[in-house]
């Protein structure tokens, strides 16, 4: 999703509505159900909500203090241990010094200066265990004080267990994990929905001429941020392939293709690196490919009208619409034999071969522009001030619906309207304006299981 609001400094244009889902529940799409109740779809930050929890916390923090005082047991264990055995060692020059006390104390005659020196040595010989019994007195202190933290930590864990009912921590953790992989899996699901909504517009660039189009590669990595740019709707063949979005923002850092075949219209599509583009004057599609500067294939695109034939209402040579969403990519034109009427078909993108046609009924000249999302066609019903998102054909029921989803035309005039699945938005050419659109997208799921 791409900011609503557009301050004037270029860098800070494209900040995302939610920028880290690592602060907590994210909501990026929303919608209203029949009944008033507010719907949306939340983003799971990466660290489990638990983990946030001042129960969870508190029990992590007394957690730590258990591992503190267990090894700081274990040090104690190690010292005692070794603390013991130099005092065993010791015990039997303390005998000696005592028998040969009692002797001295006994015959104070006997006690020459040999005698006198021997005793002296002895008693160096214990001079270590001073130490030694003083780290015994500094020991018993901590254990005195690691007893009052077992049993503050005790009494803290019997009050928290009250208060969280019969789950223990690790038991209410393995149901969180749970829960978060439900809930990975249910927004695996949300990945298309019905259109309810588009955004205010927001203005990225304005420059080129009143007709064009601009576009990413949908298929490109999230990391891939290159944008590409065709000005005019007919004869062109000079596309600007811009490095980032800022690049094209301040339009900088380019390198130009120069098609051998000029376009037609203004539906082209960059997908998985290949420019689908309408060749002039015919009814040809082309693919594109932009590292080798090729063509990679050619066709022609099933007795499509062409040359303003059947354009939108706009005119501008806008007879065939390449399109991208979730399911892959599309072609939107119209033949004589289906009278006019907007006329879907699902392309390979390898061999450019139609794989399936539907019949939308709807005529094509009456129509402002359309877009693909998830293998719903929606169509405007004009391309100047005061249009709206007035039709949608399901592909996957092949049935149709009017609709009345408001869409502000900002600058009075959309030459190209595409909606990008990568990014969710909608890329318009808007009388020499690159605008985006937000959309929401409303989502049913289905789930199985008790939470």
Request: charged share 20%; hydrophobic share 35%; proline share 4%.
């Given at each position: ?90 015990e039997s020059l ?70 969280m009912g019969v ?132 066709r022609s695109l ?150």
């Open positions: 999703y791409w900011c609503l609001s557009v301050p004037m400094s270029p860098p800070s244009l494209l900040q995302t509505l939610f920028q880290s889902p690592d602060d907590g529940w994210q909501v990026y799409t929303s919608a209203q159900a029949p009944d008033g109740k507010c719907l949306c779809t939340a983003v799971i930050p990466v660290q489990g909500t638990c983990s946030r929890d001042l129960r969870s916390r508190q029990l992590r923090q007394l957690m730590e203090k258990v591992q503190n005082i267990s090894q700081s047991m274990e040090v104690l264990d190690l010292r005692t241990y070794r603390d013991l055995q130099y005092v065993r060692n010791t303390m005998k000696g010094l005592d028998s040969r006390l009692k002797v001295a104390t006994e015959s104070q005659k006997s006690l020459n200066t040999k005698s006198f020196q021997e005793l002296k040595d002895k008693m160096t010989e214990l001079l270590p265990l001073i130490p030694v019994l003083d780290q015994y007195k500094t020991d018993t202190k901590m254990i005195v004080q690691l007893k009052e933290e077992v049993r503050n930590v005790s009494g803290s864990l019997l009050a928290i267990q009250e208060e789950y223990d921590y690790e038991e209410l953790q393995q149901r969180v994990l749970v829960l978060e992989a439900r809930l990975h899996a249910c927004m695996q699901k949300l990945g298309c929905g019905k259109l309810t909504g588009v955004s205010n517009p927001i203005t990225i660039r304005a420059s080129g001429s009143r007709f064009g189009s601009w576009m990413t590669d949908t298929m490109a990595p999230s990391a891939d941020s290159r944008v590409w740019y065709m000005d005019g709707y007919y004869k062109g063949r000079r596309v600007l392939e811009f490095r980032t979005l800022n690049d094209f923002i301040t339009g900088q850092n380019f390198v130009q293709h120069l098609l051998p075949h000029p376009w037609a219209g203004t539906g082209h599509v960059v997908f998985n690196g290949s420019l689908y583009y309408n060749k002039y004057q015919s009814n040809i599609v082309v693919k594109y490919h932009f590292r080798s500067r090729s063509v990679l294939v050619q099933n007795a499509a009208g062409y040359n303003n034939t059947f354009p939108y209402s706009w005119g501008g040579f806008s007879d065939i619409d390449f399109m991208v969403d979730e399911n892959g990519l599309w072609a939107v034109y119209t033949t004589n034999q289906n009278a006019g009427n907007i006329v879907v078909s699902k392309v390979d993108p390898q061999t450019l071969e139609i794989l399936r046609s539907w019949d939308t009924g709807y005529p094509k000249r009456s129509a402002g522009e359309s877009f693909m999302i998830c293998g719903t066609l929606y169509v405007t019903n004009s391309h100047l001030a005061g249009a709206k998102i007035y039709f949608a054909y399901y592909t996957n029921t092949s049935s149709y619906e009017y609709t009345d989803i408001p869409f502000h035309n900002q600058y009075s005039h959309i030459s190209m309207l595409d909606y990008n699945p990568r990014e969710r938005v909608l890329y318009t050419w808007n009388n020499g304006h690159q605008v985006v659109y937000n959309v929401t997208l409303f989502h049913v799921i289905k789930t199985s299981g008790e939470l």
